[in-house]
């Protein structure tokens, strides 16, 4: 029986820290200290760590994956330009029919992404594994598993518990009678995947490692920060962190890979990296709260008692500001399939 060589991506180590455990460690936080975590709301403190310094900078990574890389911008120019004009026009158009109705779709498009992102995971980590059809097929029905049932938890019990961007963002479903078929679903989707990689460590004597704690970390953090507990401020720590911090580390990993003997990604490039982000992020939300949202006027000075009242302009600058975080959305889609440059490994 030969050693498994682990599929990993690029830096075992960095891949550990913030992609692989950004899953677990929360969770396990959160259980140490689920007094405190259950009794409090997202603070002034939690906010500007989990929104700012994660959620919202995690977005313009993208930035540094497509338009700020001379190469690939050139190669996808007409989709990195069309994508953002027409989700500023769709935008502006739904905000200024229907503002919640704008919300809701946002929350439904924000959630395809995170869920892909999870699968997207899976795939990278399952990349050089030659098992049947069906193992692969299990691999994707149980990811799902883990995103798709804590969602229809919330669909059909905690919709005016806890919010995706706004309050009754999701459309409540009476279903309430079904939890026991959904949750026999889950345990037996889930118990599925847990033999198939039994019966593979017993026939090959391998375990993917990387993938596995994708797949477990999805699965506690979906389920701890939705369906065991129903406060925002556990499911924003559960659910930005598992998602923002291994994007931009994997974004980080492409690009060190890319950059090969030209540039050296050390401290002072990750600290680099990591500040334009939070600066770009503290800016857009500094926006946000003066001219739309006036809830963190401790965080952001000059800019108080702006807000907008004129409905045109309102849909106008939300558009603006959200465009962002749309564009990201709906690249991430082709962002890893574009062609891979010859000098990076993902």
């Not at 975590?37 to 939690?46: A, G, L, M, Q």
């Not at 009678?177 to 847990?194: E, F, P, Q, R, S």
């Not at 477990?216 to 701890?224: D, K, M, P, V």
């Amino acid at each position: 029986m030969t050693k498994q060589r682990q599929p990993w991506l690029a830096n075992p180590l960095l891949e550990s820290l913030f992609i692989l455990l950004p899953g677990i460690v929360p969770v396990a936080i959160v259980l140490m200290f689920q007094d405190y975590f259950t009794t409090h709301e997202v603070s002034t403190f939690w906010w500007i760590v989990l929104v700012i310094c994660i959620d919202v900078s995690h977005v313009y990574s993208t930035l540094f994956r497509l338009y700020w890389d001379k190469e690939t911008f050139i190669a996808h120019r007409r989709l990195l330009i069309i994508i953002p004009a027409v989700a500023f026009v769709v935008g502006f158009s739904l905000h200024w029919y229907d503002s919640m109705l704008f919300w809701r779709i946002l929350a439904y498009v924000a959630v395809y992404h995170f869920v892909r992102q999870q699968y997207g995971f899976i795939r990278l980590y399952a990349r050089n594994e030659s098992f049947k059809v069906l193992h692969r097929r299990i691999d994707t029905f149980a990811v799902y598993n883990a995103t798709v049932y804590p969602l229809l938890y919330w669909h059909i019990h905690a919709t005016d518990k806890i919010a995706w961007f706004i309050k009754g963002g999701f459309v409540s479903i009476d279903a309430g009678g079904y939890d026991n078929v959904l949750t026999i679903v889950y345990a037996a989707i889930l118990l599925a995947y847990i033999v198939k990689e039994v019966f593979i460590y017993v026939r090959q004597g391998t375990v993917n490692v990387p993938k596995n704690l994708i797949m477990a970390g999805t699965y506690l953090s979906w389920y701890f920060g939705i369906v065991a507990f129903q406060g925002d401020l556990i499911f924003t720590i559960l659910n930005v962190v598992v998602h923002g911090i291994p994007y931009m580390a994997l974004i980080w990993l492409y690009g060190e890979k890319k950059s090969g003997n030209r540039f050296s990604f050390g401290m002072k490039q990750a600290l680099v990296f990591v500040s334009v982000l939070i600066v770009l992020a503290y800016c857009e939300e500094y926006f946000w709260d003066a001219l739309i949202w006036n809830d963190h006027e401790e965080v952001f000075f000059g800019m108080s008692g702006l807000a907008l009242s004129n409905s045109l302009l309102v849909s106008l600058l939300v558009a603006v500001l959200v465009l962002p975080q749309v564009t990201h959305y709906v690249l991430d889609g082709f962002i890893w399939r574009f062609s891979k440059h010859a000098g990076a490994r993902i």
